[in-house]
């Protein structure tokens, strides 16, 4: 197996923020928001675009991990 190369992209210049990964030659990218980055989100481009998203957190009740997972569509 050959090995791949992932560039992590850093867009407001502070790894606590958020990360765009992709691996070079393909057109798959990867994007971790943390939930106090929401609105600076917004004005990416790459978040505009088709993709699945997963949302993690704990249950109220017991603090087990949840996680939802949801698909989008483009924005215009």
Do not use: H, W
């Not at 407001?12 to 943390?34: C, M, Y």
């Amino acid at each position: 197996m050959s090995g791949r190369t992932i560039q992590i992209f850093l867009p407001f210049g502070s790894p606590r923020g958020i990360k765009i990964a992709e691996i070079t030659n393909r057109t798959v990218q990867a994007i971790l928001i943390p939930r106090n980055k929401i609105d600076e989100a917004g004005q990416r481009s790459e978040v505009k675009n088709v993709g699945v998203y997963f949302l993690f957190g704990q249950d109220e009740d017991d603090a087990n991990p949840k996680v939802y997972i949801g698909e989008c569509r483009k924005l215009l």
